[in-house]
Each structure stands twice: as C-alpha cells, then as structure tokens.
C-alpha cells in the first residue's frame, strides 16, 4: 500500500508517494540507501532539483519513466492527481482516487476533496470470467400465439442501474439484455410515491394498487384475486421461488392476504388454502407448531432442495435455509437450480403452469449500499433468466416476464470498465426510489410489454397474452 499526500502546483492537485518498504525500516532514512533514488532524479530532463531530498522528491510516478522495481525504493513522489483520477462529465475530478490505494492526502485544497471523497461511492471489481450467456433463438418471440406457461422474475429492488452495473460486472454480457419486448413499469403505490415490496409486487399479482405494506389485500384490507386463483380455474399449476424468505412481501403477494406484510404467521395460515403448488425458499417452519401441521397434511414439506427429484410428490414446500444466504456467503447456485427442479416437476402437466421467482437480495444489497452485494445477486438473477428463455424456446409457448418491483438505493453508476468489468457506483439512499423500472419479455405475447405503464398493468397484460376472460375490479 502507497501513502500518498497531494500538493498544489500552481493549478495542478500534485500526489505525493510514499513506498511502505522505506517506513518500515527506519535505517533506511538514510543518505545512501537513496542513491539509486536520487540518480533517478536526472529524469525525466528538464525537472531540475536543488538538491536531492530525503523526505520529498518532486519526480513524476507514472511510468515510461520509472520502473516499478526503481519506484519501490523511492520515498515520496509529487506527481499529478490526474494520473489518479479522471474527470466527470463536467470536467470535475471524479472520485476513482478512492480506488487506487490511498489511505491518506495533503492538499491545500481541501474543501473540494472532501467534497470528492464524502460523496458515497463504492465500487468492486468482477471476476474476470463473465457467465456464459444463453444465445436465443426468439422462437415465436414478440408473436400473436398461445401461452401455456408464464414465468415471472422478480429482481426486488432491481432498476436500470442495477441490471446496468450487472452487465458491466459481467464485462458487457447480460441475458436479459437479449430480450427485445421492453417497457417500463411506474412503482408508486396507491397511498406513497415510494413503494414498498407490498404493493409493489401485489400490483402484479391482482391488479390492484395497495397500500404501503399490504400483501393480497386492497387498501381497505378486502382479500384480492390473485393470478394464481385465476389460472387455477384452468387447471394451470402455480410455483412460487424466492432466494430469500417465502413468508417476505414479493412471494407472499401471489398467495397470502394481509394488511401488515410483516404478519408472518397470517402467511403461512394464507399458505394453506392458497393456489400454490410449489413453494421453496427460506422458513422456519419449526416457528409455526400449529400451522405446520395443517400445512404437512396438504404439501410435502422438504428441508433441503438437494432432496427434491423429478419423482418428488406435489403439493410442495421447500422449507431451506440456504435459500436465505447471499451469493457472497455461499447460497451458489440455488435458485438456478430450484427453478430448474420446478420446471421438471410442472412441465409434464398439459395444462401448463405459472412461476413467480423472486431475486430477493438484490433490493438487499441496495439497501446496504453496497455494490458488490447488488451485482453479484444480479448475475446469479441473471443466470435464472438465461434457463427461462431457454425453456421457452424449447417449447415456443412460454412467455417471460422479467421486471422489479421497485429500484432500491438511488444507484447510480459513475464510472466503470467493461473490460475488467470495474464498476464505480453511488447509492443515493438507504431505502427505495420512484424510479420507474423496466420490463423485459420474451417469448409469445412478449409484443404486449411495451410502453410506460403502472405496475398493475403487468397483471393485465398477462390476462391478455393468457387470453383470459376474468375481469378484476381496476
Ligand atoms: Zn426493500
């Protein structure tokens, strides 16, 4: 790690650079282990030195004219602060300084780096491998021709910003970048401009704006139709998938009602009459003595996805606490796979199915503020989608819908490499935003997702690809 301070000459902001091997050792403050040192000071020509320094050495850091190894030993360099940053698009430096190892600055302009260095930014670097990305082959895509299956993603808290840091991360390669049906979807709820996952996802499910808070239920508390009721009435089967909590507000929305999203309890008595056929993510069932055992007389109730097989009885619950964990804490591949066992036990029905997966992390990496936690959830969404499209165009009647339900943390991305897939991100809040946040569609119908529209519209236009006849109140 370089120390390093900055100075102002006469317009330029100067960085000065301190090698660690050097204050490590005090014996080395001493004349002769500089010479090397000030024998660099003959370059580059032209800057001329009174005298060699000990403490101080107005030479210039950045290569053609040292090499790393010569650098090592020097003490201090002043050198231009441009060579640590880069400007913004108002010719302001940015804030990349952060990012190149330094723990501490001299400058006499201090007000204005305080000013860089308070703004919130974090940053990471991806990995160097992207994932691979599914190449589609648009069967039927964007075409007027039957629904059988309907797959909705969720990416709670997931705005362009954040599917944009992912594509960065991902070193310019995303799968839902590939669909070609987009619009964007407006999130306020019926009594705030800022949702929460409530209404947010309730919107969706019913077709009715709520109340902050609310799952299933209109602002009056009245039990609303879900799509998971209308399609029952066709036979279709419903799946439910979250990498997080079942009994959270997004999953909760396509089979609970109750005004308080927190009523975890009223969720799981919910789950018993509920149109569900699949549900898999976190609980801790051992909570609910009394529901859980009405609910094990109705579903196979399973502890770990590793046991689910393509012979596994439905109706299911998979109760499993790794659902709970972030990618950065070892969740892999979970929901990739618990989507994959679920298209393997609904695909052989004839009359076709409805799943709700849910990124559930990404919206808490946003509220954390923190980017790697958002990007990563994003790619392992994003891996989701990838086997979505590919479902759907094995068969050419499935349409995929991928949206959020609302954009958390202000994210906003200030710089960024597609190369190595650096990203520089500034969270503007620690809560959600009235951002509208996109839809991306795929498959048959996928034409019918375009345009600006409130987030009830979703709902109604999945009626439409289904061709259903229900008419809910609006
Ligand atoms: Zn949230």
Same mark, same amino acid.
């Given at each position: ?34 010479? &090397? ?26 290569? &053609? ?80 021709? &039957? ?18 840091? =992912? ?98 309890? =009223? ?153 190595? =897939? ?13 951002? &509208? ?5 795929? =498959? ?31």
């Amino acid at each position: 790690m370089r120390y390093c301070f900055l100075n102002i000459i006469t317009f330029l902001i100067s960085v000065t650079v301190f090698c660690k091997s050097v204050y490590s050792n005090a014996d080395t403050h001493t004349r002769k282990n500089y010479e &090397p040192a000030r024998a660099l000071l003959q370059f580059p020509p032209g800057i001329i030195h009174s005298e060699p320094m000990v403490d101080f050495f107005p030479g210039y850091a950045v290569s &053609p004219f040292y090499y790393q190894a010569e650098l090592n030993r020097i003490e201090m360099i002043t050198d231009n602060f441009r060579n640590y940053s880069s400007r913004n698009s108002i010719g302001k430096f940015r804030d990349t300084v952060t990012n190149q190892g330094v723990d501490y600055f001299k400058t006499n302009l201090k007000d204005s780096l305080n000013a860089v260095i308070k703004q919130k930014t974090d940053s990471l670097l991806a990995s160097k491998t992207a994932h691979s990305l599914y190449k589609p082959l648009y069967r039927n895509d964007g075409q007027n021709k &039957p629904v059988k299956y309907i797959i909705i993603l969720i990416g709670d808290g997931t705005g362009l910003a954040q599917w944009y840091a =992912g594509y960065t991360a991902n070193h310019a390669s995303l799968n839902v970048f590939a669909m070609r049906h987009i619009g964007l979807s407006k999130t306020s709820s019926l009594d705030n401009y800022i949702t929460d996952s409530a209404p947010g996802a309730t919107s969706i499910s019913s077709g009715v704006k709520t109340n902050n808070r609310a799952v299933g239920v209109d602002h009056k508390g009245a039990r609303l139709t879900l799509l998971p009721d209308i399609i029952a009435k066709r036979k279709m089967k419903t799946a439910i998938i979250t990498s997080g909590d079942f009994r959270d507000a997004t999953p909760a929305s396509f089979y609970g009602h109750r005004s308080l999203r927190s009523d975890f309890k =009223g969720m799981m008595e919910d789950l018993v009459t509920a149109k569900v056929d699949i549900i898999m993510g976190a609980c801790n069932m051992a909570q609910y003595d009394s529901v859980s055992v009405i609910l094990k007389k109705k579903f196979n109730v399973l502890g770990s996805l590793n046991t689910v097989n393509k012979s596994t009885k439905l109706p299911l619950i998979v109760a499993d606490s790794v659902a709970a964990f972030s990618i950065q804490k070892g969740r892999n591949d979970w929901a990739t796979t618990a989507f994959q066992k679920t298209l393997q036990l609904l695909s052989k029905d004839k009359n076709g199915f409805l799943i709700m997966l849910e990124g559930a992390q990404i919206d808490h990496g946003g509220h954390a503020n923190q980017l790697t936690y958002v990007v990563s959830e994003l790619l392992d969404f994003d891996q989701v989608i990838g086997k979505a499209m590919e479902f759907a165009d094995s068969n050419g009647e499935t349409l995929v819908i991928v949206t959020g339900d609302h954009e958390t943390g202000g994210l906003t991305l200030t710089g960024g490499d597609y190369g190595t =897939g650096m990203i520089n991100g500034q969270f503007s809040t620690g809560g959600h935003t009235a951002i &509208p946040v996109p839809v991306f569609a795929y =498959g048959p119908q996928s034409q019918l997702f375009g345009g600006v529209y409130e987030n009830t519209d979703i709902f109604f236009r999945i009626l439409k690809a289904l061709k259903s006849d229900y008419k809910p109140l609006r």
